[in-house]
């Protein structure tokens, strides 16, 4: 696995605001995954990216890939209470899989109305 | 499928006791992974399991901690003797050929 370093840490916005984590490493990345926990839960897959400059969305959530493969941010748009938690990125290994995972530090989330 | 089934969900031990927590993958997953997350140190993996066989356990923090998965469906992860130091979530995930990780609820341990 890689290191990366995510900031911020820790982010409180109010509902509707919106949101970007960023997710840095000092080499470059074969593909990352970014993963959701929400308090008390488990870490919940969401997307992964692969490609150079790759940049995909689900509904208000914006993933982005950089050009040299050495950092990915994730961003949400008009957050909402249920964006509430932890959001992680993992860079994976060699050959286009993610056997082994390292973790980032995460960034905590808090929205309030 | 009922996903990664982990058990106990919480476990409260007193210091030197034996722990085992167990963790049943998806069916079909050929990988399995232990993590431990704590406040200080975040998600940190300790060891994980290609087919059955570990392939990495740099994770794994000192001799009281050892895994082992006898067989695709069943792993376990043992702490002998537990420490205070010890306490924290222990997660399960699994996956199929290295990818998407499915983790389970996690097991809390508290060593007093």
């Known amino acids: 696995g890689q290191q990366v370093m995510q900031i911020p840490q820790y982010q409180h916005v109010q509902e509707g605001e919106d949101f970007t984590t960023y997710c840095n490493s000092s080499?470059?990345?074969?593909?990352i995954q970014w993963y959701k926990q929400r308090p008390g839960g488990h870490p919940v897959f969401l997307i992964q990216?692969?490609?150079?400059?790759e940049v995909k969305k689900q509904k208000r959530l914006t993933f982005q890939f950089g050009e040299a493969k050495k950092n990915s941010s994730l961003h949400i748009t008009a957050t909402q209470t249920t964006d509430v938690g932890t959001y992680f990125c993992?860079?994976?290994?060699?050959?286009?899989?993610?056997?082994?995972?390292?973790f980032g530090t995460g960034t905590r989330l808090q929205v309030t109305l | 499928d009922a996903g990664v089934i982990q058990s106990p969900r919480h476990e409260v031990t007193e210091m030197g006791q034996e722990v085992t927590l167990r963790c049943k993958p998806i069916?079909?997953?050929?990988?399995l992974f232990w993590y431990r997350q704590t406040m200080m140190r975040g998600l940190e993996l300790l060891i994980y399991?290609?087919?059955?066989?570990?392939?990495?356990d740099s994770g794994m923090p000192e001799d009281r901690f050892s895994a082992k998965m006898p067989n695709a469906s069943f792993s376990t992860l043992k702490i002998q003797p537990s420490e205070p130091r010890d306490s924290a979530v222990y997660f399960c995930?699994?996956?199929?050929?290295?990818?998407?990780?499915?983790f389970g609820a996690g097991t809390r341990l508290s060593v007093l």
């Open positions: 995930a699994s996956s199929l050929a290295g990818n998407i990780q499915y």
């Open positions: 080499t470059t990345l074969s593909n």
């Open positions: 990216l692969v490609k150079s400059g």
């Open positions: 993992a860079p994976g290994g060699h050959g286009g899989t993610a056997s082994k995972l390292t």
């Open positions: 069916s079909g997953h050929d990988y």
């Open positions: 399991f290609n087919n059955n066989v570990p392939i990495d």
